[in-house]
């Protein structure tokens, strides 16, 4: 009972004893640890975990103390009493200098997170928030060592420590130093978690000797309180960061709002909710001129006919009632036309030139064929272009100008060959080891592979990937590829590196890419480079290893001009490659692969020019042989040889090539490049207007009195379609060649080589094919065979007019008939009698259906007023409908539409459209920066780190990456400005390093020696192997001399090629070595290595950031626009010269201009059409009607462009600009035969459609409709979209807007005829007035002796008018 009771009390005295031994343990002045007890096998330090108070420190660790942990020595003031040694000083300072180059740039962060081993390690409290909870032996000494321990934090102290350093920014790699040194945490608990995590818990070990644990506050001991001390903020205060790595920092801007909601929406309950406003008024505007319309065409009608009944329709043989259209410009038995002086001219001269080509029509050919010979033979120096930079943008764009400047200070951009692995749609992850091991197999191949080149220059060689890839480290080759976190070796994906040699998972890269995965040439691969087809949404994302699809390969080529052959000559094996072997490993493996290298665009685009060469030449063929049927007549009982006039069709498109290969072959001449725009388009135009000149041609001198000779005839007939002609091409090459004043070169070479072919084609038109015209007329009389003139055939007597039919030889011997006939030749060339009795036999041809389609339809529809106002609600309703689809008009040219249908860069193209997650760099590149003393100011204004301006231009880039909804930036800049004052700092000791001299050396931080040498990092080469080599190295500068916190000119002279030479490391990542080899100018003549240094300023430096993810062309284009902006933004606010570059802004600067360029081409090109058509004409309003025709035609286009999907770039402009051009000969030829009719307005738009409409529906719509339909059968996909779909809706509404709108404008507004003089007999018995200054007296002669003699006399000051509307 007694010892019963004495272990009782034994128990409580021993309960007692714990219980004040564990509040000892954690009470005040206590440490948990204190001092160093040995070393882990690794070689790291482990403190001992013994619980004593807080011993005091002497003088010289106090010292220490307050230079390594000055907020604690200061907090405690005069207390001498720490838990640490000097010893732990020292590994705290060494430790924290290698993760600290990262935060250095924001002193408040680096501060912040020394402080915090300051107050684990030695502050005097330190049992109240420190739990030693696992003990180990050391591994050399054995005493007992801390295995584990819990701090405690307050959550306050836990976020304002991970607030100071969230935003923190690692210039080198644009990414968040938090990457780097937490791991990517997202809270301050993930960070603190990073921090402790035990070394041997990661792989490859690093971190933490042991554990430190950071648990909740709700698991706090009892008798213990968490440590709550003051951290500094970056906001304010002295240690304040930059606005970059700061944004809520004092004076910063705040950050730009998120993309507001789209309100510009209006909406009618229950009708079209997604109707905008705009429309809404654009719709209400057509639905108003569908009513006002016919109430204003009604009232016009009704003024002409006041019964109200309505003008009735023309009965049959109407054409014969109108003598204006029967005498062609007859009024009157007593009236002739007064043409104005320019028509008067051109029939004069039209009338020689005719009669020239009749008289000497073999003299004509040889002479035309010898000059069209003559000029293309330039076709032998002709160069076609294809290099897409120099076809879409000319030398003098900002976009040239800005990549010469760059390519001038820092060497072109790098070449780039790339493939791309993926599952395919619903294939699953990529992350397989199968997978993995044929991306292996496929960098073997890629490695062995070797291309001869240099043959033909004489220096043959075989270029292999080593000797022309991009090599910024050294001697291994910058491959961006998930097989370089193995070192691109399957040996060590299987074993490991040494000294480990344990393998590593992909998982464990993913997320340890920036330290312990480093590539075969040294630096960090983002798995956001080198994977794809991952979502990048938060919250659909899990992991790269589960939810990547592809595997993105980037080799990286010097883009040094010495290399270029040999660099190609790779890219072209490697595309080959790519093609067969590495094609079929994908397939065998179950994937599937798209590549490209950087000359496949312009491979593609040259391959294109072929890939359609059966098409184009089927759709000329076709043309052809509808020509030749168009223009030939197969009238009953007489040889089809006779009339079939297949060699006059060969003949006409014959003129058609010869003009455009002399328009090419001027071209080559004077050394200019043609395009494959112009070899695709011109001849389409050429033809377009060539053939519409054939068939005119023809009918006029088939429908003259063939009592004359042949010479008269056509000299009559050139006489009166020629100045029609004239009309039409003088428009057309005006409106070309004004539109060669455009800077895009696609276009200009277009507009030019456009306005000679025309040109040429309307001088071989009036010569040469009017010679052959003349020939083909003579075999007819002749009775030989057509295309075979040696074999004669029966002449049955009968003839068969193109265009109707003709006059017996009796009636045109009379003498009545006769004067007809002559005052026909002033008129528009259609003499003869058009009653539909004698047609028949005409409209056995094409054209004589037409004629009859035309006359018996087309026209008595277009009188009635019903008809006319559908006629103009139809076009004035879609033409506002297309101006309200204009805005929804995309610009761009999909890169799937610009290839081959069958280019293996279609599957690439969709594959960087879908599954690339990142966008192209950025450079920001500013000139001419400033670094004397009194300029001190200018890298403030650059600079990002602490103490530089808020609104500096690297603390706007990261402002403006925060928005990339509106800046389309991803990340902040990389700045070697940042990283060399960075690197400088005293407070980075182990990265500028000198020999010799004592620390510092000097305010300039040159030492006693004024020529020390660079020492590296002590993790490197010499350091690294031999210590002694490097005993002497002390740091660049000693604190304090880094005059307000920037280098001085003469530490930038002395320090920054060392900087740019400085291979970054563990020790000291912050080298420029690699990182910034291309971010300054460099100079051989300067002492430096960098232009201008000497001098005290850089010529040129650059930034680097990236794009978003950038996938469709309205994406580029804006990004385009928005990274201008903000380099025009920051040139004005700094004073100082900064662009914008990117390797696609020089192809995509045409479409931030193209929308102006259209209309600035195309209103001048309409501009000109307008004064040549009031100068021909003398009517103001004539000149009005086609230009408001043509302006319907072209908005109705874009209107349709719209609604078919067709982009608005080089190609659809250069469309648009050949619209315009056909639609004057649609409008040309209309116009001039409704001037020179008489009667009222109806009856003369009735005549002229009649008399013209058809050669321009035979001769422009159905030829081009023809051709165009065998485009619909093209491979590439450009010709079937750009080509058919726009050349086919191009045909259709020019077509409609010539014989249908323009007829009933003429009709209702038309202008007055030209004048008509009153015929009066003379005694002179000579010919005066306007006809006899238009023809030769010799035609009068002739009439003369036949007794018809005759006087103009002019009765008034204007005569006896008629035929006005």
């Known amino acids: 009972m007694r010892g019963s009771s004495i272990i009782r009390v034994c ?17 005040t002045g206590t440490c948990s640890t204190l001092g160093i007890c040995g070393h882990r096998e690794d070689g790291d330090v482990l403190s001992c975990a013994e619980t004593r108070p807080a011993p005091s420190m002497n003088s010289t660790g106090l010292s220490k103390l307050q230079l390594v942990c000055p907020q604690l020595a200061a907090e405690r003031g005069s207390d001498p009493h720490f838990c640490c040694t000097e010893q732990q000083l020292d590994t705290i300072q060494s430790q924290i200098q290698i993760a600290n180059i990262f935060l250095l740039g924001c002193p408040a962060c680096s501060h912040n997170f020394k402080h915090l081993f300051c107050l684990l390690e030695c502050h005097p409290d330190q049992a109240t928030f420190t739990n030693v909870t696992a003990t180990q032996p050391a591994h050399d000494t054995g005493v007992t060592s801390v295995a584990n321990v819990s701090y405690y934090v307050t959550p306050h102290f836990g976020q304002a420590l991970f607030d100071s350093c969230k935003d923190v920014t690692y210039p080198v790699l644009n990414q968040k130093a938090m990457k780097f040194v937490g791991g990517g945490a997202q809270t301050y608990q993930e960070w603190l978690d990073f921090i402790g995590t035990v070394k041997d818990a990661r792989f490859p070990p690093t971190g933490s000797p042991f554990q430190m644990d950071f648990p909740p506050l709700g698991e706090l001991p009892e008798g213990m309180r968490a440590l709550n001390a003051s951290l500094a903020s970056c906001c304010e205060g002295p240690l304040a960061c930059s606005c970059g790595d700061c944004p809520g920092a004092k004076g910063c801007k705040p950050p730009p709002p998120p993309p507001p909601a789209e309100h510009s929406r209006c909406s009618v309950p229950g009708f079209l909710p997604g109707l905008r406003c705009v429309d809404l008024g654009w719709a209400l505007l057509a639905l108003l001129a ?60 039209f009338f020689d030139l005719g009669e020239l080509c009749a008289r000497r029509p073999g003299l004509i050919l040889v002479a035309a064929v010898t000059a069209a010979g003559l000029a293309a033979l330039g076709l032998l120096a002709l160069r076609i272009e294809s290099d897409p930079e120099r076809l879409w943008v000319g030398p003098g764009s900002q976009a040239a100008r800005e990549q010469a400047d760059y390519e001038a200070s820092f060497g072109p951009f790098y070449r780039i060959s790339q493939l791309i692995l993926s599952t395919g749609e619903g294939g699953g992850a990529i992350t397989t080891d199968s997978h993995l091991r044929t991306l292996f197999a496929m960098h073997e191949l890629v490695d062995r592979l070797a291309a001869p080149y240099g043959e033909e220059a004489g220096a043959a060689g075989n270029a292999t990937l080593s000797s022309v890839c991009f090599k910024p480290l050294g001697a291994e080759c910058a491959i961006q590829s998930v097989a370089q976190y193995w070192q691109l070796s399957v040996d060590v994906y299987e074993h490991g590196s040494p000294p480990m040699m344990v393998p590593v998972t992909p998982e464990f890269c993913y997320g340890h890419w920036n330290t312990q995965c480093l590539s075969a040439y040294g630096a960090p691969i983002d798995p956001h480079v080198v994977l794809g087809g991952f979502p990048t949404a938060a919250a659909e994302f899990r992991n790269f290893s589960a939810d990547a699809t592809a595997f993105v390969v980037t080799f990286l080529l010097d883009p040094a001009p010495a290399l270029r052959p040999a660099a190609e000559a790779w890219e072209a094996a490697f595309t080959m490659l790519a093609h067969t072997r590495l094609r079929s490993m994908a397939e065998e493996a179950g994937l599937r692969l798209s590549f490209s290298a950087q000359r496949s665009v312009a491979d593609e685009i040259s391959r294109e020019g072929w890939a359609d060469a059966w098409t184009v030449v089927a759709s000329y063929a076709a043309m052809l042989a509808y020509i030749a049927a168009a223009m030939g007549t197969f009238p009953r009982g007489q040889p089809r040889l006779l009339h079939s ?53 023809a009918s006029a001198l088939e429908r003259q009195p063939r009592s004359r000779p042949l010479p008269q005839r056509a000299g009559l007939a050139l006489a009166a379609v020629g100045p029609s002609i004239l009309l039409a091409a003088t428009c057309e090459v005006v409106a070309f060649a004004l539109g060669g004043m455009t800077t895009m070169p696609a276009l200009r070479s277009f507009a030019l080589c456009a306005a000679l072919a025309v040109a040429l084609d309307f001088g071989l038109q009036v010569t040469a094919f009017m010679a052959v015209l003349v020939m083909d007329d003579a075999r007819i009389e002749a009775g030989r065979a057509d295309c075979l003139p040696w074999i004669r055939l029966k002449d049955t007597g009968s003839r068969a007019p193109l265009f109707g039919s003709e006059e017996l030889e009796a009636e045109e011997e009379e003498g009545a008939e006769a004067e007809t006939r002559l005052l026909s ?10 009653d539909l009795g004698e047609a028949s036999l005409g409209e056995r041809s094409v054209t004589g259906a037409l004629r009859a389609l035309i006359r018996d339809r087309l026209v008595p529809a277009l009188r009635r007023p019903a008809v006319k106002s559908g006629v103009l609600v139809t076009f004035t309703v879609f033409f506002i409908l297309s101006l309200a689809a204009l805005p929804r008009l995309e610009r761009g040219l999909e890169q799937s539409t610009a290839l081959p249908a069958d280019s293996y860069l279609q599957d690439y193209f969709a594959d960087v459209a879908g599954l690339l997650r990142v966008g192209p760099p950025l450079i920001l590149v500013v000139e001419g920066l400033d670094l ?136 000291c990542a912050k080298g420029g070595a690699g990182a910034y080899d291309a971010a300054l100018r460099r100079s051989a003549s300067d002492a430096t290595a960098v232009a201008g240094l000497s001098q005290g300023r850089v010529d040129a430096s650059a930034f680097r950031t990236s794009y978003v993810a950038l996938s469709r062309q309205a994406d580029f284009i804006q990004a385009l626009k928005a990274s201008r902006g903000f380099a025009e933004e920051q040139s004005r606010a700094l004073g100082l010269q900064v662009y914008a570059y990117s390797i696609f802004h020089v192809f995509f600067e045409q479409y931030l201009t193209i929308a102006g360029e259209a209309a600035t081409i195309l209103g001048i090109a309409a501009t000109a059409v307008f004064v040549i058509c009031l100068a021909m004409t003398g009517s103001p309003v004539a000149a009005c009607l086609v230009l408001l025709t043509l302006a319907s035609m072209v908005v109705d286009l874009l209107g349709l462009m719209t609604l078919t999907g067709i982009q608005l770039n080089a190609v659809s402009v250069v469309n648009l600009v050949a619209a315009l051009g056909i639609g004057v000969e649609f409008c040309a030829h209309l116009l001039h035969a409704f001037m020179e009719e008489s009667g009222d307005r109806e009856q003369r738009t009735a005549a002229a459609l009649t008399h013209v409409g058809a050669a321009v529906l035979a001769g422009i719509t159905l030829t081009k409709f023809v051709g165009v339909a065998v485009l619909a059968f093209a491979r590439t996909q450009i010709f079937r979209v750009y080509f058919f779909r726009m050349y086919l809706a191009l045909v259709l509404v020019g077509a409609a807007h010539g014989l249908i709108l323009l007829p009933v404008l003429l009709s209702l507004l038309g202008p007055s005829a030209w004048d008509r003089w009153e015929l009066c007999p003379a005694p002179s018995g000579r010919w005066r007035g306007s006809l006899g200054a238009a023809l030769p007296s010799e035609l009068f002669r002739d009439e003369e002796e036949e007794g018809v003699g005759a006087s103009l006399a002019a009765q008034g000051s204007a005569g006896a008018r008629a035929g006005r509307g």
């Open 825 to 834: 030749a002033s008129g528009p060339g259609f003499s003869q009698d058009d």
């Open 11 to 27: 128990i409580v005295i021993f309960i007692a004893q714990a219980s004040c031994s564990r509040a000892g343990e954690h009470s």
């Open 290 to 349: 569908a009513v006002v319309i016919p109430l204003l065409v009604r009232r016009r009608c009704a003024r002409h006919d006041p019964s109200g009944e309505g003008m009735p329709d023309l009965p049959p043989g109407y054409a014969s009632a109108f003598e204006g259209a029967k005498r062609g410009g007859l009024a009157s038995d007593g009236e002739l036309l007064d043409y104005p002086s320019t028509e008067t001219f051109l029939r004069r001269a």
């Open 645 to 697: 006039r297949i060699g006059l069709g060969l003949a006409g498109v014959s003129c058609v090539a010869a003009s455009v290969a002399a328009a090419l072959g001027l071209f080559g001449w004077a050394g200019t490049p043609a395009t494959l725009i112009v070899m695709e388009v011109i001849p389409f135009l050429a033809l377009a207007v060539g053939v519409d000149n054939m068939f005119i041609l």
């Open 932 to 1067: 004397t003393q009194h300029a001190h100011d200018n890298v403030t204004a650059i600079c990002s780190v602490s103490g530089c301006d808020p609104d500096s231009l690297l603390n706007e880039v990261s402002r403006a990456a925060l928005a990339p909804w509106q800046s389309f930036l991803a990340a902040p800049a990389a700045s070697w400005l940042d990283d060399f004052i960075t690197w400088l700092s005293p407070d980075a000791p182990l990265c500028c390093r000198q020999h010799g001299g004592d620390l510092g050396g000097g305010i300039l931080g040159l030492g006693p020696d004024p020529d020390p040498a660079y020492c590296p990092p002590p993790d490197q080469e010499p350091c690294a192997s031999d210590p002694t080599a490097c005993a002497d190295c002390r740091p660049c500068l000693g604190p304090g001399e880094l005059s307000d916190g920037r280098p001085t000119l003469a530490q930038f002279q002395a320090r920054l090629p060392w900087f740019l030479a400085a291979k970054p490391s563990a020790a």
